[in-house]
C-alpha cells in the first residue's frame, strides 16, 4: 500500500528557534515534493528532490532525501512568521502524487 | 513559469444540479492532469489521472460517473461534479503535467460548496 506518513502533524514554535518535519514514504519513489499550502489558498512548490542523499536550500528552509530509509526532512532554520503554512511532502508513485497529512506550523513572535 | 489556470475559484450550487470546474495549461502542453479533492484540514487526495485523448483513471473508491472528466485537448482538462450533494462539497484541485520530468503545476484550486 502506498502512504506517505508525515509527522509532527501540527508544530507551534516561537520565531528564531530550529524545527524538523519528517516525512517517511512506504515504497519506492523516484521523487519527492515538498510544498507550501496557505488557507484557502492551492500548493506552492518549495523543492523536488530527485536522488539519495540530494539537498535543496531555499532561505530558511533546506529539504533533504534518504532513498534507502525512504526518509525526507524538511528543516526551518531561524523561523520566522511569515513561514507559517501547512506543509505537505508528496511522493511520486507512477504518475500522480501520495500526499502526506500535512503539518500545520504556526510561528509566534 | 509553468502556469495552471483554474476556474472558477468558487462555486456554490443546490443539492441535485451538476457542476463544471476548468482547468487550462496556460504556456505548456498539459499531457498528463490530476485531480485531486482536499476537505478541510485534510490532505489532498487524488481522485483521477487523465492523458489527453483517454479516458481518466479513477482512484478507488471515487465514482467515475459521479465526477466526469474530459481531457479533450492538451491544454483543458474538466471535472464535472453530477447531481452534487452537500457531501461533495470540498476543494479541488487540478494538477498537469508536460512529462514525467518536468514535475506538476498546480491550479489554484475550486471551493465547492453544496447546499
Known amino acids: 500500500e502506498l502512504k506517505v506518513e508525515q509527522n509532527p502533524l501540527f508544530l507551534s514554535m516561537q520565531e528564531g528557534k530550529n524545527y524538523t518535519i519528517y516525512c517517511n514514504y512506504s515504497?519506492?519513489?523516484?521523487?519527492l515534493y515538498w510544498y507550501r499550502q496557505d488557507p484557502g489558498k492551492s500548493l506552492e512548490s518549495l523543492f523536488v528532490?530527485?536522488?539519495?542523499?540530494a539537498v535543496k536550500q531555499e532561505g530558511r528552509l533546506m529539504a533533504s532525501l534518504d532513498t534507502k530509509a525512504r526518509l525526507s526532512t524538511l528543516h526551518i532554520t531561524a523561523a520566522v512568521h511569515d513561514l507559517s503554512a501547512t506543509y505537505f511532502c508528496?511522493?511520486?508513485?507512477?504518475?500522480?502524487?501520495?500526499f502526506g497529512k500535512g503539518t500545520h506550523l504556526i510561528i509566534q513572535p | 513559469g509553468a502556469v495552471v489556470s483554474q476556474h472558477p475559484s468558487w462555486v456554490i450550487c443546490k443539492s441535485g444540479t451538476s457542476v463544471k470546474i476548468e482547468c487550462r495549461s496556460l504556456?505548456?502542453?498539459?499531457?498528463?492532469m490530476f485531480w485531486y479533492r482536499q476537505f478541510p484540514k485534510q490532505s489532498l487526495m487524488l481522485m483521477a489521472t487523465?492523458?489527453?485523448?483517454?479516458?481518466?483513471?479513477?482512484e478507488q473508491g471515487v465514482e467515475k460517473d459521479k465526477f466526469l472528466i474530459n481531457h479533450a485537448s492538451l491544454t483543458l482538462s474538466t471535472l464535472t461534479v453530477t447531481s452534487a450533494h452537500p457531501e461533495d462539497s470540498s476543494f479541488y484541485i487540478c494538477?498537469?503535467?508536460?512529462?514525467?520530468?518536468?514535475?506538476?503545476?498546480f491550479g489554484s484550486g475550486t471551493r465547492l460548496t453544496v447546499v
Open positions: 528532490l530527485l536522488s539519495n542523499g
Open positions: 515504497t519506492t519513489s523516484d521523487r
Open positions: 504556456d505548456f502542453q498539459a499531457t498528463t
Open positions: 487523465s492523458n489527453e485523448g483517454s479516458k481518466a483513471t479513477y
Open positions: 494538477s498537469a503535467s508536460s512529462d514525467r520530468d518536468n514535475g506538476y503545476t
Open positions: 508528496a511522493a511520486r508513485f507512477w504518475d500522480g502524487l501520495t
